[in-house]
């Protein structure tokens, strides 16, 4: 054989070998025979290699030293299908708001490459994602680093190189708190079109260790002066902090021994530090010492923490919001024993910014500031600051689940049989026919709520305890609160305003109390500029001391705030103005919203003419289609879907 013949080869193919089993599924089969034992210890919890960034998560933070910088970072990861259409563009309002810039401006959203982020373009691309990641970046020393844009940018492209694949995302930053960061919204999908799954320990560890990598290499590491100023201002604080997080760690059989030698460097770097601490708590009545160098936590340390830093943020919120106003603070509670709490928005914000859940401070008429949380589908835009509000705890037990249950026989709840029940205590005022198409749309949304079965067209299927399940349903979807607006304006504009104003409501029916302090006694002093007002247009009357409203005072002055409105549209669209007689059925298609001193009123384009409604939420959702309303004095009740007409 020649020199050349040796590197001389033939393929000899072998006989097809059996591909029924997947070759995937041979591997898994055989990493399942070798069992943990050859796989990595990180590796062993469910899932954990399920994702891009595993293995990357496995080498992050290496580099990091005990003295490097720290980054937080809060992940949410958003099933846009349940979270609604309007998810994505709800939160991008949220986080671009006013206010949060470093001057107090609304702050610009960004991209990896651009400083001025097209959010309309960026939705229009993720509306058909399945999931959506929404991050919140808090680098300690955010104050420190020259331009957050720059880091935010930098962090991303970090992340892309451990994923992978090139990221598609905007953010904000935020200047508006002690502590600077950035939102980040990265949608679901790689560059390959595909879902993007990010691995657990990439989430939880790798990104935050990649942050303080890049926070290190800019600023370079904390010195020790800076490290022990940072742990003694945590010593005195009333909130769960990085000490405690220490302390839980150490703790061994419910003890934790400071009367032995220290080993760690990182621990011994925090003893001055965590002695303090533990002294701090044990005057709060959180911590015991049994023997010296030996202490014991209470078990409920963490939730009195975590609970008295939330209520410090909140009391430090109501301050600011009152500028210093003599006010005694309250928190709104909802519950069955919650009063209903009155009064003017005075600031409004972000409880939590990740998921999206703001708050009200509220000037009541009980002369308290109340600081009420919303709950995570309520949007901040419909509560202008400085309108009238009322917040109730959506716990009480709804009148129409009562009258269901009472109506049922065998636990089936019959419409037929309702009708015939309405009929006959029909009153001028409410349609039969109205009164059960409300129940029974309750009925759709328990249904929904797997609450009620629907047997047959008009019979239902109720548990005997429904109105305890629809009170818990209500406290389940409206996170235990319900704050309705009363009056889009401030009382000063109320006083001399044509409509139906909240002011002239007090004057009727005097159901709200009064104080005399604070709002209250402003409250009082417009009620009594708005009768002088009254007096003036020959709609009261003095007698003495005593005034006499005239007769049907809200509706003469809602007839007139409509037809200066319907006036002004009708010389803008060309369109001719139709007035609704009380118990009309008027339907036509929504065009848009007006907001009156009467209140908010809806704008149905029949073809021929127009008609001016009360609105309500529920329509907002069908913009540009047909929809149909029935008008009760001041009610409203409306049926969505195509009229059926010629």
Do not use: C
């Not at 796989?39 to 399920?50: F, K, N």
């Amino acid at each position: 054989m020649s020199r050349h013949d040796e590197n001389r080869f033939r393929v000899r193919p072998a006989a097809p070998k059996d591909r029924q089993q997947k070759f995937v599924s041979k591997v898994l089969k055989e990493v399942s025979k070798a069992g943990s034992k050859s796989i990595h210890r990180s590796s062993a919890r469910p899932g954990v290699r399920l994702g891009r960034g595993h293995v990357a998560a496995q080498f992050t933070g290496r580099s990091l030293s005990p003295n490097a910088r720290r980054v937080t970072i809060k992940t949410r990861l958003v099933n846009l299908k349940q979270a609604g259409a309007r998810s994505t563009a709800t939160h991008l309002r949220y986080i671009e708001r006013e206010g949060v810039g470093r001057e107090g401006e609304p702050s610009k959203a960004y991209g990896p490459v651009t400083d001025e982020a097209d959010l309309a373009a960026f939705e229009e691309r993720g509306r058909e994602d399945r999931h959506q990641f929404r991050f919140i970046v808090s680098p300690e020393d955010a104050e420190q680093l020259n331009e957050l844009r720059t880091y935010t940018r930098h962090l991303m492209s970090r992340m892309e190189a451990d994923l992978g694949t090139r990221l598609d995302w905007v953010a904000v930053n935020h200047w508006n708190t002690e502590n600077p960061h950035t939102h980040i919204v990265l949608r679901g999908k790689d560059d390959t079109g595909e879902d993007l799954i990010i691995s657990r320990d990439y989430i939880a560890q790798g990104m935050r260790e990649r942050g303080a990598e890049l926070a290190t290499e800019w600023l370079g590491p904390r010195t020790e002066r800076e490290i022990q100023q940072s742990l003694q201002r945590e010593v005195r604080q009333e909130r769960w902090t990085s000490l405690d997080r220490t302390l839980q760690r150490e703790t061994h059989d419910g003890l934790i021994r400071l009367d032995q030698p220290v080993v760690d460097s990182t621990f011994r770097q925090q003893h001055v530090p965590l002695i303090g601490r533990l002294q701090h708590l044990r005057r709060m009545g959180l911590a015991h010492e049994p023997s010296t160098g030996v202490w014991a936590i209470q078990a409920d340390a963490e939730q009195v923490l975590r609970a008295m830093g939330e209520r410090g943020d909140i009391i430090r919120t109501l301050q600011r919001a009152m500028s210093g106003v003599k006010r005694e603070l309250a928190v709104f509670e909802a519950g069955e024993s919650a009063q209903p709490v009155v009064g003017r928005v005075t600031a409004k914000g972000m409880a939590d910014e990740l998921y999206d859940r703001g708050y009200l401070v509220v000037d009541g008429t009980d002369g308290k500031a109340h600081y009420i949380a919303l709950n995570a589908k309520a949007e901040l835009e419909q509560y202008p600051v400085g309108s009238v509000v009322e917040a109730r705890g959506s716990a009480d037990i709804r009148v129409a689940d009562k009258t269901i249950a009472a109506l049922a026989v065998d636990g089936l709840y019959r419409t037929d049989h309702h009708r015939a029940m309405a009929r006959a205590r029909a009153t001028p005022d409410r349609d039969p026919g109205e009164v059960v198409d409300a129940h029974v749309r309750r009925l759709e949304a328990l249904r929904r709520a797997s609450i009620v079965e629907r047997v047959a067209e008009g019979v239902w299927r109720v548990p005997a305890n429904l109105p305890e399940q629809g009170r818990r349903y209500d406290v389940q979807r409206l996170g235990g609160v319900s704050v309705e607006v009363r009056s889009h304006l401030p009382i000063e504009r109320q006083t001399r305003a044509i409509g139906a104003t909240w002011l002239d409501q007090q004057l009727i029916s005097e159901s709200v109390r009064i104080g005399n302090q604070g709002f209250g006694r402003e409250v009082r002093e417009a009620l009594r500029q708005r009768t002088d007002f009254l007096v003036e247009q020959g709609l009261a009357e003095r007698h003495g001391q005593r005034v006499i409203i005239a007769r049907n005072l809200l509706g003469t002055l809602r007839g007139r705030d409509i037809g200066a409105a319907a006036e002004a549209i009708a010389n803008e669209t060309g369109l001719t103005h139709r007035n609704v007689a009380d118990g009309e059925r008027v339907g036509g298609v929504y065009r848009r919203s007006v907001m009156l001193a009467s209140g908010r009123f809806a704008m149905l384009d029949d073809g021929m003419g127009f008609s001016l409604v009360p609105w309500k939420p529920v329509i907002e959702q069908r913009l540009g289609t047909m929809v149909t309303a029935v008008i009760r004095g001041s009610r409203v009740s409306w049926e969505l879907g195509r009229l059926h007409g010629i």
